[in-house]
Nanobody, 117 residues
Framework: QVQLVESGGGLVQPGGSLRLSCAAS??????????MGWYRQAPGKQRELVAE???????NVLDSVKGRFTISRDNANKMVYLQMNSLKPEDTAVYYC?????????WGQGTQVTVSA
């Protein structure tokens, strides 16, 4: 069973940076064969895709975070990262790591990111 553990969230001032990490385990095949993504959910809002990196090497990023957020993956160490720069209050949310392959989709428990002065 795929397990995902996020870390790196916290409280940061506007304009600051955070780096989220997602550690993956329990995969029956190489993590490189999974599409990996970061989602977020703010209070009262639907969960949305922030950034993803596919098994085919394609990267997609939410328009509102383009130029500020960068997703990367380290397949050898089964890690996925989200570098977040120039954070804004509207980036405040719980951030979730997701792993998808075929018909399966797994989620981490989430990590809170709060951007506030």
């Amino acid at each position: 069973q795929v397990q995902l553990v996020e870390s790196g969230g916290g409280l940061v001032q506007p304009g600051g940076s955070l780096r989220l990490s997602c550690a993956a385990s329990g995969m029956l095949v190489s993590v490189s064969r999974y599409d990996m993504g970061w989602y977020r959910q703010a209070p009262g809002k639907q969960r949305e895709l922030v950034a993803e990196t596919t098994s085919g090497g394609i990267t997609n990023v939410l328009d509102s975070v383009k130029g500020r957020f960068t997703i990367s993956r380290d397949n050898a160490n089964k890690m996925v990262y989200l570098q977040m720069n120039s954070l804004k209050p509207e980036d405040t949310a719980v951030y979730y790591c997701n792993a998808r392959r075929a018909m399966s989709s797994s989620w981490g428990q989430g990590t809170q990111v709060t951007v506030s002065a």
